[in-house]
Structure formats: C-alpha cells, structure tokens
C-alpha cells in the first residue's frame, strides 16, 4: 500500500459498464500557508522540454513539477508531469494550458522516492557479510533502483476496469508491450486475465468458470473469504495479481518469480462469485522471520479496514507456526501506516488486559509481534524509555487510556474460530509442502 493519497472508484448498480473513477486524491492541504496560486506564476514563454520546473494547475491552485516526458498526440503536445510536493501517484499528462513560470525561486526539490527509499530485497544481507562487498553491493543495487526508476517515472495504463469497478492506476506496471501502450485495460475480476477491449473481456467471461482464487479457502465470516493460493500451482494466476498490484504500489519488484511464494487473497462473496478485495504474499521459506512480503487493498476497499484484517491475519498464522514475525522491508508509506497502527491498537489493548508486569519478550510471544517492532512502536507512543541497560515500559493507566480511546473506532477483528489453516513445512528444495 502506498502514500497518504487513496483513488477510488464509483460503482455502477446496473449490468452496464462502470461508472467513471473518481481521480486520486490528497491528504495533504491544498489551501496552507504558502500555497501557491494563480497571482504566483506568468504565461510559458516557450515550450517546455523535458526537466523544465515549472507550475501547474492543480485543484485550483498551481503546484511546482518536473517535466519528465513530453509526447505529441493528435496534433498537440502533452507533458508528463511530477509534483514536487506529492508521491508519484498524482504524476500525469496535461497539456500546455495548465503549465506556467513560477515568479519566485521554487522550493527545493524533495528526495526522489529512489533516494529516500531503503535498499530493497537484493541487498538483505547479515550483519556478518557486510564489509566492501557489502559495500559494492549496496551501490549497485542503488545504481539498479535509479535505473528502475527511470524506466517506470511514466504511468503506462491510465485506468482498469475490472468488476463494476473503474479504477485509475497510480504507478507503472510491466505488463507486455502490447497491452502497456493502452491506457485502459479490462481484467476478469475472478483469474485477473487482462485484456485491450471491453468486447474481448465480454467474449472471455462465458467461457472463465472460475469463480474465485484458485486455491483453498481457509477463513470464512459472513461475506469474506480468504483463500491460500500457491504460486508455483496457480502461477499465471500470481503473476495477474503482481502485475495489477504493481498498478498501485511503487515499491514492488516482484513481478513473475512467484513460485516461491504464499499469496492470501481476500474476497467479498455473493451469489455470482468472490470478488477481490485485497491480498498479501508470503515468503515459503523466511531465512528472516518475514510473515509478510507485499500487501495491497484495492482503491475501493481502502478505508474499510481490509488492509489491517489482512495484516491481523498474517499473525494469526504466525501463531499457529509458533512464530514472531515482520513484515518484509522496504515498506510503503501507506503501508507503514497500517502496520503501527496495527502494532499500536495490539499493544495497546494487552496492556490494558494486563495488571501484571509483562516484559517486551512476554508481549512479543504473546502477539507474535517482532520486539524490534514493539519497542518502535512503543516509543512513538512515548510509552517507553531506556533505564540502566534495559527498556523499560514507562506508562499510567491514563495515559493507555488517552491512546485507546482514539482507537476505539478501528474494529478489525479476525475470528480465530474461522481459520482453518494447518501450518506448512516447506522443504527448501522444491518448495512442495510437507504437511
């Protein structure tokens, strides 16, 4: 999950094609001290190319971006580009009209999310290995994040339509060359086949029989099901669902090495089948106490709390393994977000069960939570501080109190008495399970 920002998408009641999506939106305000406007910028005095700062008008009000691209279409010119000030996602084409010259010297430029982003999955290494091959490796990989960088800077699906939903994309995603150069494409909502027109899709769903995820449905409460899908059984399906999850998370990079991997998917269920809601993968073998690997609720189901039960389940099954477990790094910003707030809402509520002390090994046995992640999360609570070598717990019932209550509203229970999940024992060769 990515960013601060949520796109959704609006629902369409009849069998007809979807409504239109509603365009990404911001949290971040648009009216602050500071803000530029109108008054702020003059007219272009030539064309812009490409790395031009200029201002564009957005929401009303004019923003600094950075050309990245420009094209011709139809006879006019059009400009890709990115708001210094917001996450990718918002990057998009407009035309010259909406572009003009600041008046005044514009704000630094922010770190590129390649700058500010921790190194990803090749450069995990033990503390032991590291020296100057560490070193090197380290700068390499940073030299493959620019260059992946640069050739994703551009969204190549504008929007998908995908069940009643209509949803717009807000990274790039590397599906085949054919289908990239659409701006929309349509996807069987039950095995994710992703298709260049609406008719083909028609075509395709009298003959799809699926009518959920090819794998074993192991949690069922009322309407949602969770089905554990392996990707070397059901691989083109997990390979469908990377490259649609890359659509809404910049930091992803896997795409079809899905072999190794446990993929739990979510699905809202009625009469005509079980429709996508969300996922997470899972790693078949953690060298890292990983529980977790990628996450992702689909723009119209965020603010539901879909993404905290998906995180609430991983634990679960980490329970069931006897397990602590973390969530793989990098995380995205919105991603971040969920995982504290999680960690928080569970520490939380077992300390306020608990009169007895309990040490931070005590609570991370109890909750499979990492102590590395309990003790960061305890100290942006400010409920913890570190006393003649050891952390200690520092808090007043009051101060719990004060915390819970603004969690109160976040209901995102799992009913442990649904989980029908025997854990598995994977062997390292082949990767089949040995239950």
Aim: overall charge positive; proline content about 5%; aromatic content about 10%.
């Amino acid at each position: 999950m990515e960013g601060a920002n949520t796109s959704t998408a609006s629902t369409s009641s009849s069998a007809g094609a979807p409504t239109t999506a509603t365009t990404c939106t911001t949290s971040s305000s648009t009216s602050g001290a500071g803000a530029p406007n109108a008054g702020a910028v003059v007219p272009l005095r030539k064309a812009p190319v490409q790395g031009d700062r200029l201002m564009c008008e957005w929401k009303s009000e004019y923003r600094p971006v950075e050309v990245l691209e420009v094209r011709e279409r139809e006879g006019h010119k059009e400009f890709y580009v990115h708001f210094l000030e917001f996450n990718r996602r918002l990057d998009e084409w407009v035309t010259e009209a909406r572009l003009a010259l600041p008046t005044r010297t514009e704000p630094r430029r922010r770190p590129t999310d390649v700058e500010s982003r921790k190194p990803a999955r090749p450069s995990k290494r033990r503390i032991e290995d590291i020296g100057q091959k560490g070193a090197d490796e380290d700068s390499r990989v940073s030299a493959l994040e620019k260059e992946h960088e640069e050739v994703t800077k551009v969204k190549n699906v504008k929007t998908i339509e995908i069940g009643r939903y209509e949803i717009d994309t807000w990274y790039f995603s590397p599906y085949p060359e054919e289908f990239a150069k659409c701006e929309k494409l349509y996807l069987c909502e039950f095995c994710l086949k992703y298709m260049k027109k609406r008719k083909t899709l028609q075509r395709h769903k009298q003959k799809c029989d699926l009518r959920h995820p090819p794998g074993n449905e192991i949690f069922r409460d009322a309407s949602l099901s969770i089905f554990e899908v392996d990707g070397k059984k059901s691989k083109i399906y997990c390979q469908n669902l990377c490259l649609l999850a890359k659509l809404f998370l910049d930091h992803k990079t896997l795409y079809y090495d899905v072999e190794p991997f446990l993929f739990y998917i979510m699905t809202e269920c009625d009469a005509r089948g079980c429709h996508l809601v969300g996922y997470f993968s899972k790693q078949k073998n953690s060298p890292d106490d990983y529980n977790l690997a990628c996450i992702l609720t689909l723009p119209p189901f965020q603010r539901k709390g879909y993404g905290k039960m998906l995180i609430s389940f991983s634990y679960e099954l980490s329970k069931k393994e006897n397990k602590v477990g973390t969530p793989e790094i990098p995380l995205s910003d919105l991603g971040l977000l969920s995982f504290r707030s999680y960690w928080t809402h569970v520490l939380l509520e077992i300390l306020l069960s608990h009169t007895a002390p309990l040490s931070i090994k005590e609570i991370s046995q109890k909750t499979s939570i990492k102590t590395e992640d309990i003790i960061s999360t305890l100290q942006s609570l400010n409920l913890i501080r570190y006393w003649k070598g050891q952390h200690i717990i520092s808090i007043t019932p009051k101060v719990i109190e004060e915390h819970y209550k603004s969690l109160a509203r976040q209901a995102y229970r799992i009913d442990t008495s649904k989980i029908h999940w025997v854990p598995h024992n994977f062997s390292s060769d082949n990767g089949r399970s040995k239950r």
